[in-house]
T-cell receptor, first 111, second 117 residues
């Protein structure tokens, strides 16, 4: 069945790297996504990776995709207080562009 | 920029009341979705629509209905609100999958936080 799993909390010190992990079950997805939700707001697309890629880098963000293990990760370099948010992994395995979301990882950045 | 607007950011209703949550998008998207978000459960799909007057049940449709009379507007209706429907409701829209360019991105509104007393 369709399922996306991620840990619920991550706490890092400002300036360190953050790594948020996700596992998914549908191997036929074309894209996999990371969304960010800031307090009191809706979700915004942070980045995505095409399924034929292993890695995508975009400034401080690095996405790694391990298709064999169905594992997706998001690395944020030099984490800042403005990165404090909930990060959702999403898999379009629902059809009709439906996205299946993980439970979200709350990232807390402390001084 | 794509804009998805939810009419109410905060609502407080009483048990048994009928509740309407309105969502409008301005980018001519075919697909529209209603999710509810609860801590530790992530986003769960209530209903979605891929065309005017078309609707499909999501994972948790019980207690909800929807209406899509115009392409840009998708309404979520709680016929008789109950306390277990207290939640954050998120509307989203996206292009139909065969329209290009299309990465399948969902565009979200700011959310409507509903409290049922």
């Amino acid at each position: 069945g369709e399922d996306v799993e991620q840990s619920l909390f991550l706490s890092v010190r400002e300036g360190d790297s953050s790594v948020i992990n996700c596992t998914y079950t549908d191997s036929s997805s074309t894209y996999l996504y990371w969304y960010k939700q800031e307090p009191g707001a809706g979700l915004q697309l942070l980045t995505y990776i095409f399924s034929n890629m292993d890695m995508k880098q975009d400034q401080r963000l690095t996405v790694l995709l391990n298709k064999k293990d169905k594992h997706l990760s998001l690395r944020i370099a030099d984490t800042q207080t403005g990165d404090s948010a909930i990060y959702f992994c999403a898999d379009p395995s629902g059809g009709y562009n439906k996205l299946i979301f993980g439970a979200g990882t709350r990232l807390a950045v402390h001084p | 920029d794509v804009k998805v607007t939810q009419s109410s950011r905060y609502l407080v209703k009483r048990t048994g009341e009928k509740v309407f949550l309105e969502c409008v998008q301005d980018m001519d998207h075919e697909n529209m979705f209603w999710y509810r978000q609860d801590p530790g459960l992530g986003l769960r799909l209530i209903y979605f629509s891929y065309d005017v007057k078309m609707k499909e049940k999501g994972d948790i449709p019980e207690g909800y209905s929807v209406s899509r009379e115009k392409k840009e507007r998708f309404s979520l209706i709680l016929e008789s609100a109950s306390t277990n429907q207290t939640s954050m409701y998120l509307c989203a829209s996206s292009l139909w999958r065969t329209r290009a360019p299309n990465t399948g991105e969902l565009f979200f509104g700011e959310g409507s936080r509903l409290t049922v007393l």
